[in-house]
């Protein structure tokens, strides 16, 4: 048996085992299980979203965009509490920018949209989106001019700043 003859390769960091080659395929399916998850919280936040483009204010369906997101809201932190903040080696590029797209709309929550910004390691442009998000949310100038009707800091600098994020010039 391999575990009890300890055959564990220091260099791969596993044990070469039936047993833990069966524990991990169960991660492999337990990892996209859980980015199919975000991704189908993704799918909500997409359609409510669209069903309510033309709408203003308070009209049902910006009252059910809110609703959403005070669920996703619990989901979020939970997937955080079980798992730890989301990264791009735990869900893949696709995964994590989902992710990003649920903490984007997160508005209610900045501390939620700090804390995701410092820990999930999110790509250059959608970090520039949830900065200038947190921002606004705050009442502060935007930094890469990604929010509509949001002032920016320093615009002489803002082409400079968005190139660096990767973001088209205005």
């Given at each position: 048996?391999?575990?009890?003859?300890?055959?564990?390769?220091?260099?791969?960091?596993?044990?070469?085992?039936?047993?833990?080659?069966?524990?991990?395929?169960?991660?492999?399916?337990?990892?996209?299980?859980?980015?199919?998850?975000?991704k189908?919280?993704?799918?909500?936040?997409?359609?409510?979203?669209?069903?309510?483009?033309?709408?203003?204010g308070?009209?049902?369906?910006?009252i059910?965009?809110?609703?959403?997101?005070?669920?996703?809201?619990?989901?979020?932190?939970?997937?955080?509490?079980?798992?730890g903040?989301p990264?791009?080696?735990?869900?893949?590029?696709?995964?994590?920018?989902?992710?990003?797209l649920?903490?984007?709309?997160?508005?209610?929550?900045t501390s939620?949209?700090?804390?995701?910004?410092?820990?999930?390691?999110?790509?250059?442009?959608?970090?520039?989106?949830?900065?200038?998000?947190?921002?606004?949310?705050k009442?502060?100038?935007?930094?890469?001019?990604?929010?509509?009707g949001?002032?920016?800091?320093?615009?002489?600098?803002?082409?400079?700043?968005?190139?660096?994020?990767?973001?088209?010039?205005?």
């Amino acid at each position: 048996n391999n575990i009890t003859a300890g055959k564990f390769n220091h260099k791969e960091g596993s044990l070469r085992s039936p047993l833990f080659s069966c524990y991990n395929q169960a991660m492999e399916k337990y990892k996209a299980s859980l980015v199919d998850t975000i991704k189908k919280m993704g799918d909500i936040d997409q359609a409510v979203r669209l069903a309510a483009k033309d709408s203003i204010g308070l009209r049902p369906p910006n009252i059910l965009i809110y609703a959403v997101d005070t669920c996703h809201n619990y989901h979020i932190r939970r997937i955080i509490e079980e798992h730890g903040y989301p990264t791009k080696e735990t869900l893949g590029s696709d995964g994590l920018t989902a992710w990003w797209l649920l903490i984007q709309h997160q508005d209610f929550d900045t501390s939620l949209q700090e804390a995701c910004l410092k820990n999930c390691g999110f790509a250059s442009k959608e970090k520039a989106f949830l900065v200038d998000r947190v921002l606004a949310n705050k009442g502060k100038k935007q930094v890469y001019g990604t929010q509509m009707g949001v002032e920016v800091k320093n615009p002489k600098a803002l082409n400079k700043r968005r190139e660096e994020m990767g973001l088209e010039p205005l």
